[in-house]
């Protein structure tokens, strides 16, 4: 049972490439969300799925997107990168429902550079 | 449209004494959940203790407690006996059912002194 895996650990982009943040779980959990963390500003949501096929935007979207086409995997696409996305992003997966802890665990992060 | 506030972002303790982080939210569910997690240098995100609303009780995990007060939409996390293995980014977090999404504080920095 390896929980939640995020690859890579480590990026550097230049302004304006693309890149795949990969996710995946093997819990079997319906919920997962990608967040950034910056320095003083907690962890920010930036999308989530609450199962295959289903995703919705959270507090800060712009410039990212995601898709769920399986229960296991929910990538994080960057589209052109900017240096405001410099950061470490999160994956987390949590099982939802009644009677449950809703607990998120988490991956080990990314730490993503744009210069 | 749910907040979490940690208002103290760096606090010290000596080794063996208690600390307690603050945390208040705002959510206008009655079905929600709260957390404290522990972030230390390498990043991990690590669960250190959670509370149903529903439940009166405040919980407990050996040497983490809360202090739930619902009506005051407060959640503090008190740690006893601290030690150096408990520096690190505490955070505080808020999920309900209904809408799926979790919530975090802006994290309180504790360091541990010798």
């Known amino acids: 049972n390896a929980g939640v895996t995020q690859t890579p650990k480590f990026q550097v982009l230049k302004t304006g490439q693309s890149m795949t943040l990969q996710c995946a779980q093997d819990m079997n959990h319906e919920y997962m969300s990608w967040y950034r963390q910056d320095p003083g500003m907690g962890l920010r949501l930036i999308h989530y799925?609450?199962?295959?096929?289903?995703?919705d935007q959270g507090e800060v979207p712009n410039g990212y997107n995601v898709s769920r086409s399986t229960t296991e995997d929910f990538p994080l696409r960057l589209l052109s990168a900017a240096p405001s996305q410099t950061s470490v992003y999160f994956c987390?997966?949590?099982?939802?429902?009644?009677?449950?802890?809703?607990?998120?665990?988490f991956g080990p992060g990314t730490r993503l550079t744009v210069l | 449209a749910q907040t979490v506030t940690q208002s103290q972002p760096e606090m010290s303790v000596q080794e063996a004494e208690t600390v307690t982080l603050s945390c208040t939210y705002d959510?206008?569910?009655?079905?929600?959940?709260l957390f404290w997690y522990k972030q230390p240098p390498s990043r991990q995100m690590i669960l250190v203790i959670r509370?149903?609303?529903?439940?009166?009780q405040n919980a407990t995990e050996n040497r983490f407690s809360v202090n739930f007060q619902k009506a005051a939409k407060s959640f503090s996390l008190k740690i006893s006996d601290s030690q150096l293995g408990d520096a690190a980014m505490y955070f505080c977090?808020?999920?309900?059912?209904?809408?799926?999404?979790?919530?975090f504080g802006t994290g309180t920095r504790l360091k541990v002194l010798a």
């Open positions: 987390a997966s949590s099982y939802q429902g009644r009677g449950s802890y809703n607990e998120q665990f």
């Open positions: 509370q149903e609303a529903y439940k009166q």
């Open positions: 959510t206008s569910e009655s079905d929600y959940y």
């Open positions: 799925s609450v199962g295959a096929g289903i995703t």
């Open positions: 977090a808020c999920t309900t059912s209904g809408t799926y999404k979790y919530i």
